[in-house]
């Protein structure tokens, strides 16, 4: 797929003020600074869309972004960011979750982890709650320029293989790199796919 426009929508803290949900949504989930609005911006082709930031805890609100007027991207705030009150963390993860299980129009949860960790029980546990909602998921491990991969690979296969602990078949999942664009054309190739349904 050829990302031909992308164009901010709206950033909401509402779910009653989303868009209506008459496109395909895609959404971008994963820890704080695990690289969500980097990916949504290499796999558009433009740099500034989504803001990036060094400093966890960038992207706080659901931010739509319309793409080739078919469908939508979503970045979502990043979870286990420690330096916010509990209360706010447990707004947003209400928030993020009730988004999640509510959205009508949601075809896919794209779960970003980051390849250079062994598994981290956060992210198992945000994959088996997807599950427990029957939500359909696929795993993207991102920053995959930062270290050989070999070493990818090996965080990979120990993800998967933490996964099988609730899950009798792992999804399916993607390595990627924003520097390199690794992985461009393979998850742009898979929304392209369920989009056609
Ligand atoms: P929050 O919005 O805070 O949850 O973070 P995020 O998941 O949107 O992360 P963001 O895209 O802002 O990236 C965080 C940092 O990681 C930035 O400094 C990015 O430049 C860097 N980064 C993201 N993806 C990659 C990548 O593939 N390779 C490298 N080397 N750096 C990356
Ligand atoms: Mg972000």
Not at 149 to 154: A, G, P
Not at 169 to 183: A, D, M, R, Y
Request: proline share 4%.
């Amino acid at each position: 797929m050829i990302v031909k426009s992308a164009e901010f929508i709206c950033s909401n803290t509402q779910i009653s003020k989303l868009p209506p949900p008459e496109k395909p949504e895609y959404a971008f989930i994963g820890r704080s600074n695990v690289g969500k609005s980097s990916l949504i911006n290499m796999l558009t082709g433009k740099k500034g869309l989504a803001k990036t930031s060094q400093t966890p805890g960038k992207t706080q609100l659901i931010n739509h972004f319309y793409i080739n007027e078919q469908w939508y991207l979503v970045d979502l705030p990043g979870y286990g960011y420690a330096r916010i009150s509990k209360s706010k963390k447990e707004d947003w993860d209400k928030f993020i979750r009730t988004y999640l299980d509510k959205r009508e129009s949601l075809q896919c949860v794209l779960v970003l982890i980051d390849s250079r960790h062994e598994p981290q029980k956060i992210d198992v546990e945000f994959c088996n709650w997807l599950g427990e909602k029957g939500l359909s998921f696929v795993l993207v491990f991102t920053k995959a320029d930062k270290q050989s991969s070999i070493k990818t690979d090996q965080n990979i296969a120990k993800f998967r293989k933490a996964l099988l602990a609730t899950f009798e078949e792992v999804p399916q999942f993607f390595v990627t790199s924003s520097e390199s664009k690794l992985g461009k054309d393979e998850v742009l190739g898979f929304i392209d796919e369920v989009n056609k349904g």
